[in-house]
């Protein structure tokens, strides 16, 4: 039996016009040649780039001019084993998702090809359904996970700035000296601006081992820390008692604006 590389006119029809800028995304690695053809069919109307070989040669030549993230390889195939080459291509191309097929249901040799490295293994036949469910599974995991947000180091507001790395705090970069527990007052009342914080939540932040604090003694650190602001900024309020609640942080160059306000203008 000859392999024709070439599409048929059909799966050109049906697939997406996308496939013809996309990299593929899964070789099918099976010498049915009908079987395999109604993969591509089923596997390009859910939108993926598809393409399928007949033999472990024609396999190698794919996979070493093109790498897919995935490849649905039969275990019989008539010029090499299939266990094989998961074998060996999880060795080469350890990123590679391999997802076994075969008409050999016996459990030991599910568990032999998922030692040798394949993702996944499913007997023939195989219901449609959960065919294109594995693949879409395996494709999500080849993605690459998203790079991590750089850590936070700083809070700003207006002049106000929170350093989280030296515990500082200036304003229009001169420190202001607080006390460690007033830091860590300021510190978790500034991470969530404009929202009430309980005094609970604050004694828990500024605990010493099992002592905590009571709410008036709460109060009294709040206190401080508000007169420490005020000096720093006269004129403005940074922190709000919310009746019933306790306490919010309160932005006011980051709502008002460094600019004093023009009283010129009329109404």
């Not at 080459?85 to 030991?108: Q, Y």
């Not at 750089?150 to 700003?156: G, K, N, V």
């Not at 607080?178 to 609970?200: D, H």
């Amino acid at each position: 039996m000859t392999y024709d590389p070439r599409p048929s006119p059909h799966s050109l029809r049906s697939a997406p016009s996308r496939l013809k800028m996309s990299k593929t995304e899964v070789l099918i690695v099976d010498d049915d040649a009908e079987l395999a053809g109604m993969l591509v069919q089923l596997l390009q109307a859910e939108g993926w780039a598809v393409k399928s070989v007949l033999s472990a040669e024609q396999a190698e030549r794919s996979l070493a001019a093109e790498l897919p993230q995935l490849v649905l390889l039969d275990v019989m195939l008539p010029d090499a084993s299939g266990m094989d080459l998961c074998r060996r291509w999880r060795s080469a191309h350890p990123a590679l998702g391999i997802l076994m097929l075969t008409a050999r249901g016996d459990p030991f040799d599910r568990v032999l090809g998922l030692e040798l490295g394949a993702d996944d293994y499913l007997p023939k036949p195989f219901e449609k359904r959960e065919l294109v469910a594995r693949v879409r599974a395996l494709l999500r995991r080849q993605q690459p996970a998203p790079a991590p947000a750089p850590a936070q180091t700083e809070l700003q507001f207006g002049s106000l700035s929170v350093n989280l790395v030296s515990r500082e705090l200036r304003v229009n970069g001169l420190e202001v000296p607080l006390t460690g527990i007033e830091f860590k007052l300021l510190l978790v009342l500034a991470r969530t601006p404009g929202q009430a914080v309980s005094r609970q939540q604050l004694s828990d932040a500024v605990q010493a081992s099992a002592y905590r604090p009571q709410d008036r003694t709460v109060d009294v650190q709040v206190g401080r820390l508000r007169r420490r602001l005020a000096q720093a900024l006269p004129g403005r309020d940074w922190i709000e008692t919310v009746r019933g609640e306790g306490y919010a942080f309160v932005p006011r160059e980051a709502a008002e604006g460094d600019a004093p306000a023009d009283d010129s203008k009329t109404l």
